[in-house]
């Protein structure tokens, strides 16, 4: 699934990508309230925002990719289970959230 600039709301509800491809160019996943859910595949951030306001964002066994986009953890619940979670040349704020690794990798890569 790709995602260009346009806006995907997730309020309450769950997103689901298991064994696939997850892509936000420069566009804005929302996550309020709801359950996004990467299984074994990829979840790419290039550019875009993904904003998980109150809700569950969870990496388990794959890979979660913010590349030059933003990341915003507002009271809600980043897990990474298993995976890699790459923050390259973004943002990733975490305002009254909760940033859990128990996986394999969690990278922070900034420039300066």
Sequence with gaps: MRIYPINI??????LLNSGGRLLNS???LLNSG?????????LLNSGGRLLNSGGRLLNSGGRL???????????????????R?????GRLLNSGGRL?????????????
């Design 65 to 83: 990719l913010n590349s030059g986009g933003r990341l915003l953890n507002s009271g809600g619940r980043l897990l990474n289970s298993g995976g």
């Design 26 to 28: 420069g566009g804005r």
């Design 100 to 112: 859990l690794n128990s996986g394999d990798r969690l990278l922070n890569l900034s420039s300066g």
């Design 34 to 42: 709801g359950r996004l859910l990467n299984s074994g595949g990829r």
């Design 9 to 14: 709301l997730n309020s309450g509800d769950r």
């Design 85 to 89: 979670l790459l923050n390259s040349g």
